[in-house]
């Protein structure tokens, strides 16, 4: 049995397309959190700093304000009054001032809720650091026992900047501390503004990485592509190569037996065309046991030929004018011409032109059988760079579809008393000479056979 190709070529094409778009989203997916990741992070501390200066910008202008001016008989009323002072520089719009336990001392205005402080904020604080916080959107109903009637609207949605700056003698102690609650709108613009950049930037640099991992994977899969093309192709060759392997071993199979039998019919043929000269006098019989003589005969020699390595060479001219003798009689009888010429100077090596024979022989027989009326048939012997070529075209009625489907393979035959396997052994013959027989064109204007034979 003959192997059969699986076709796996597209499946496995198709299936490393999805896998790169798998693995392509999969990165693009890896690369867009990763990214997201770092940019938070970036975003957070970036926003740290710019509280961080507006912090550090109050704490300054406190601490040169209390060194001025140090509380003496009313610190409660000298801190606030330093607050309220510091205040103005920022538009801060509530203060609290604080001892170094968290304890409130002192505030304005007088609406503003008296709270006090966390303990991690005492603890920063005794460090010297100062604290911030900003509320995107707090209420004024937090901060104020009476929002401001114009402001009450609004007051859902408005941004505050808390900073809590501490007051440091001259001995590096804290003591006091000043919260200031400012209008955070100015520091929610930057924050939009710092927003949007670091979104730019990602988009770019996710764009641009995208686009580059992008690329690495379709020159990969294209690369990956070629290579399941070419195992796709070599698995096609070799599936073919089977396929061949396969029908040369029968074909060799046929070729021992017919060397087997026309071994054993050459003596008893020969006695058979003795007698039957003598004694019958059918000279259609005798010219066909002649006939079949011919063809063992030459069969033979070519078998023996090819066993002894024979390097003979003849010219193309030569080739044809044995050729011609050699077919002519095969197409005598019926309404048929033959023609045959050659074209350009070449050899070829007497083993190979006798194998060679034998294949022309079975191509120009079936011509001659497929012409029903007067037609011609023409035999071409070229030689060329690449080698000799061999043409053989008919007028004839064309190959049936069928037959062209397995042209080289053993079929049932057509014909009357016709074995089906003449173009099988032929192909085989062509392939040990070594030649490629191949069908040209068939159709209703005539058949063309081109056998082409390599230096």
């Known amino acids: 049995m003959e192997p059969r190709s699986n076709h796996s070529g ?15 989203a999969g990165i693009l997916l890896i690369l867009a959190g990763l990214l997201a990741t770092v940019l938070l992070v970036l975003r957070a501390e970036m926003r740290d700093l710019v509280l961080q200066r507006d912090a550090t910008l109050l704490t300054s202008v ?26 103005e520089l920022r538009g801060v719009i509530g203060v609290r001032v604080y001892s170094p336990p968290g304890k409130l001392i002192a505030r304005a205005p007088e609406v503003l809720f008296p709270a006090g402080l966390a303990e991690e904020r005492i603890a920063a604080l005794a460090r010297g650091e100062p604290v911030t916080g900003f509320y995107p959107a707090r209420s004024l109903d937090t901060l104020f026992r009476d929002a401001p009637a114009d402001q009450s609207d609004a007051a859902d949605t408005s941004a505050l900047l808390e900073v809590v700056s501490p007051l440091r003698d001259g001995e590096g102690r804290t003591v006091a501390a000043v919260q200031f609650w400012l209008d955070g709108a100015t520091v929610a613009r930057e924050f939009a503004g710092l927003d949007r950049s670091l979104a730019g930037i990602g988009l770019l640099v996710l764009v641009g990485g995208g686009g580059l991992v992008i690329a690495i994977l379709v020159l990969t899969r294209k690369r990956l592509q070629r290579m399941a093309g070419l195992l796709a192709e070599r698995n096609r060759s070799l599936e073919k190569a089977n396929v061949e392997l396969a029908r040369a071993a029968r074909t060799s199979a046929i070729g021992s037996v017919t060397s087997h039998l026309f071994h054993g019919l050459k003596n008893p043929l020969a006695g058979l065309q003795s007698y039957l000269r003598l004694t019958s006098g059918d000279e259609e019989a005798v010219a066909l046991t002649h006939r079949m003589q011919s063809l063992i005969n030459e069969t033979l020699e070519v078998i023996r030929e090819e066993e002894n390595g024979d390097g003979i060479y003849l010219s193309l001219e030569e080739w044809a004018d044995v050729y011609r003798k050699r077919l002519e009689p095969e197409v005598r009888a019926r309404p048929v011409v033959l023609s045959i010429r050659h074209e350009g100077e070449g050899e070829l090596m007497n083993a190979r032109g006798q194998m060679l024979l034998l294949v022309l022989r079975n191509l120009v027989e079936n011509a001659a059988e497929a ?42 035959s057509r014909k009357e008393n016709g074995t089906g396997v003449g173009l099988a052994i032929a192909a085989v013959i062509a392939r040990h000479i070594p030649a490629d027989l191949r069908l040209a064109d068939s159709g209703p204007r005539g058949t063309t056979f081109i056998i082409e034979i390599s230096p």
Do not use: C, H, K, M
């Open 371 to 412: 012409i029903e009326e007067e037609g011609s048939i023409e035999v071409v012997l070229a030689a060329g760079p690449e080698g000799l070529r061999a043409t053989v075209s008919d007028n004839g009625p064309g190959l049936p579809g069928e037959v062209q489907d397995r042209l080289f393979e053993p079929v049932r």
């Open 10 to 24: 597209r499946p496995a094409l198709t299936r490393i397309r999805w896998l790169f778009l798998l693995l392509g």
């Open 62 to 87: 406190a601490q040169q304000r209390y060194e001025e001016s140090r509380p003496i008989l009313l610190p409660e009323l000298d801190l606030l009054g330093l607050a309220v002072e510091s205040s």
